[in-house]
């Protein structure tokens, strides 16, 4: 009796320990997927400050009025975005 219950509890830690094991494989590769995603982003953000930095003010500018001339729903509701955003940021100032 003693030899079956060892080998139950024997199996079922090796189930256990695969399970595991498989676990901390699968949360591996979602963090790698997350640190490539945020490396992505980072040298996006990156190229989009280059290019800011590049075009000035003036370059900037003209393709902001560009962009809301061919997608003037879009240019305003992200403008209505940062609206409200700002104003949310404005109320919690004065409290």
Excluded: C, H
């Amino acid at each position: 009796m003693d030899n079956f219950v060892g080998n139950e509890s024997e199996r079922l830690g090796k189930r256990a320990a695969d399970k595991i094991g498989n676990a901390v494989a699968a949360a591996g590769q979602k963090l790698d997927a997350a640190v490539d995603y945020v490396e992505g982003a980072k040298q996006s953000a990156k190229q989009t400050l280059e290019q800011v930095r590049q075009d000035g003010w003036e370059g900037t500018q003209a393709k902001a009025i560009d962009y809301a001339r061919k997608q003037p729903l879009n240019a305003l509701l992200i403008a209505a975005g940062f609206g409200f955003f700002f104003g949310l940021l404005m109320n919690r100032s004065r409290d």
